[in-house]
Structures are given as C-alpha cells and as structure tokens.
C-alpha cells in the first residue's frame, strides 16, 4: 500500500498534476521545496524505500521451507535485522516529515500522513514479529540508525530550512530577505517559470525586484529564474544582462522572447507564460 502511494504520487509530481486529496493540502506539499530531493521527488524515494522493505520481507516466502529449511531461516535471520533497520530509519524520517508538516509547510496531506503510520506500523511489526536475542544489540543498532537517519535527513534539507546559513560564505549582495511565504500556486508558477526558461533580471538593490520576491515568497524565490545584474550581487551574470537588447531596468521579465518592464503582478505572468496550474496566489 506504502508503495502504491507513493508511485502514484511521483507519477502525479513529474506529471504536474493535482494529486485527489480531500483534505486539500497535499499540492501544496507536493510543490513546496521539501518535496524534491537531489533534484528527484521526495515521493520516488519513499516508493523505493517501501519497495526494500516489500522485497526483504517477502523474500524468506520464496524458499520452501520443507525442503530447504536451513536455507530460509538464514535468509530470515538476516533480512529480519534489515527491516528492523529500514523501518526505524523510515519512522524517523516520517517524523521529520511530520514536523515539517506541522510547523513549516502548515498544510495536512492525508498521503504524507497515512505513510507516518505505515512507518509506525513497520516499526512495531518488526520489533514484534520475531524473537529477539539479544535486545540491547537491537536498541543500540535503533539508536544507530536513528542518529544516522536525523543527521542525515537535516543535511539534506538544511539548505532550504536556513538558506542564508548556507550561503553566508557566498560572496556577493543579496538585498533584504523575503519576509513572505509561498502558497502551492506561487511555488508551481515559479517552477513553471523555471521550466519554459523565462528570465527575472534585477539588481539587489533594486525596491521593485525586491516587491517581486515578496509576491512569490520565500520558497519560489529558490525556484524561479531570477538574474542578478548587479555587479557586487551574488551570483552576478552582469555579460548575460547586458547581451540582453531592451533591458533599461529592473526588474524585466523575459517570457517567451516578451520583455515585460517592472514588477508584475503573479497573474500577468501567469498569462504571459501560459501557465495552468492554480492560481489561488496568497500573496
């Protein structure tokens, strides 16, 4: 079931298509940057995670027991470990998840919800479908695990949960900070954006480009295609800014070849881009 969800939720992310979530914050989840990993949606990782656990758990079944005996209770004696290790690892990174949910994204996705509790589930069953030996080794190997998994899991995302941490030793301006946050059709429209190769040259000095972040948000300001044109920002592309013929100001949209001047408001750039995702912006 774990992975039937979950490829049906990376089917739906790589389509960019609405997920079918009565609770109604699954695409908002689903677009905001915790969604992607290494550039891949969180979702196909979850499906290759439960997948693992379906292979190690079915395996022993394969042998049959009246004729190869010794042979099964060997696999089952190392896949039984295995699973115990896979379903603590995927109990502490739901947990995060549901953190993340709660306090970050602050949207309910009954899938994100429904996979913590068959990570829950995996856990206990693993811990209770066999006999232990020896329970301080499985405590320590779960204590191992778990550390491993956190430590892992807040690297992975430390770039989106403290971006300027990250990138303090970068050179360069960068302006004010976005104070606003990014709803699922703001993060889409910038993806979007992103996608059709459009181009946002500014300055970061510039009021104006800094009002355009703020219709966009925090979250889409990491996702749509903005240049610096400035020559002390950060990440500067000063030659592509001025190989740009018509480019008198900032901020200017180049959209499909269209030079579009000033800040724009989220729903001309949707209809310049041809955009048909939701545009239910916040902000």
């Keep these: 079931m774990g992975a039937c969800g979950t490829a049906y939720l990376t089917v739906i992310k790589l389509m960019g298509d609405d997920a079918a979530c009565p609770a109604g914050g699954c695409d908002r989840v689903l677009s ?95 811990i209770l479908g066999r006999r232990w030996d020896d329970a301080g080794q499985l405590v320590f190997t779960g204590l191992i695990v778990a550390v491993v998994t956190l430590v892992g899991t807040l690297a992975v995302y430390a770039p989106i949960s403290n971006p300027s941490a990250v990138e303090a030793d970068i050179p360069g301006e960068v302006g004010p900070p976005v104070s606003t946050t990014s ?51 950060r990440n500067a592309q000063v030659e592509l800014c001025r190989s740009v013929e018509g480019l008198t100001g900032f901020p200017t949209w180049d959209i499909n070849g269209e030079l579009l001047v000033g800040a724009q408001s989220l729903e001309t750039l949707a209809e310049a881009s041809g955009y048909t995702g939701p545009r239910d912006f916040q902000n």
């Design 183 to 233: 709803g699922a059709a703001e993060m889409q429209l910038a993806q979007h954006l992103a996608d059709i190769d459009a181009k946002m040259y500014g300055a970061w000095w510039c009021p104006h480009c800094h009002d355009q972040k703020q219709l966009f948000g925090q979250e889409a300001v990491q996702v749509m295609p903005y240049v610096e044109c400035a020559d002390d920002g």
């Design 32 to 126: 905001s940057p915790y969604a992607e990993v290494f550039g891949l949606p969180l979702t196909l990782f979850g499906f290759l995670g439960y997948l693992g656990m379906a292979v190690m758990a079915l395996a022993p079944f394969a042998i049959n027991p009246d004729r190869q005996k010794d042979l099964r209770r060997q696999l089952e004696s190392t896949t039984w470990p295995l699973l115990f290790m896979g379903a603590t690892a995927m109990l502490v990174f739901s947990g995060y998840l549901m953190y993340l949910l709660a306090f970050e994204i602050q949207a309910a996705c009954l899938y994100c919800i429904t996979s913590a509790i068959f990570a829950a589930s995996m856990f206990v069953l693993a």
